[in-house]
């Protein structure tokens, strides 16, 4: 399956190695210093086509996690009718400032397929099937 995407300057999505599943974004704008516990737009200037009943993800490096970098929505949606520039926006959440360059990896995009699942409103709770979790919420699978 092929991928178009439109990128124009020297920093286009690459995998890291043939295994890789994620393909790298890079920063493609000016040098900047994230303080702690602010925010920052990388820019990308990477535009893609991804195929029809697939989304692109847009996951976190561990290697800027290490660091106290974050994204700021954790994981982001990049639908398969979107044309616009992908957009990555970083968060310090670390104690001290980090410096992102120009070429610097700041996210990984995977690309998978999904279902589109027919939704079907239900007028009490009840309906819905019952399971041994039920309505067991946050540690209520225990270890």
């Known amino acids: 399956m092929k991928m178009r995407y439109y990128h ?3 920093f286009p999505p690459v995998r890291g190695t043939e295994d890789s599943a994620g393909l790298d974004i890079y920063h493609c704008g000016e040098h900047a210093l994230i303080d702690p516990g602010t925010r920052f737009d990388a820019k990308t200037d990477l535009r893609v086509e991804i195929p029809k009943n ?3 993800l847009i996951l976190p490096r561990s290697g800027l996690g290490r660091k106290g970098i974050a994204l700021v929505n954790t994981i982001g949606v990049i639908d398969s009718d979107y044309r616009g520039e992908i957009g990555i926006t970083l ?3 670390g104690s001290e400032p980090v410096a992102i360059a120009h070429g610097d990896r700041v ?3 995977l690309i998978m397929p999904y279902v589109k699942v027919q939704l079907e ?3 009490d709770v009840s309906a819905l099937s019952e ?3 039920g309505v067991g919420g946050f540690g209520s699978t225990g270890r």
């Open 131 to 133: 399971t041994k979790r």
């Open 107 to 109: 996210a990984q995009m």
């Open 54 to 56: 697939h989304v692109g």
């Open 121 to 123: 409103r239900v007028e």
């Open 8 to 10: 124009g300057g020297k």
């Open 91 to 93: 968060q310090n959440t």
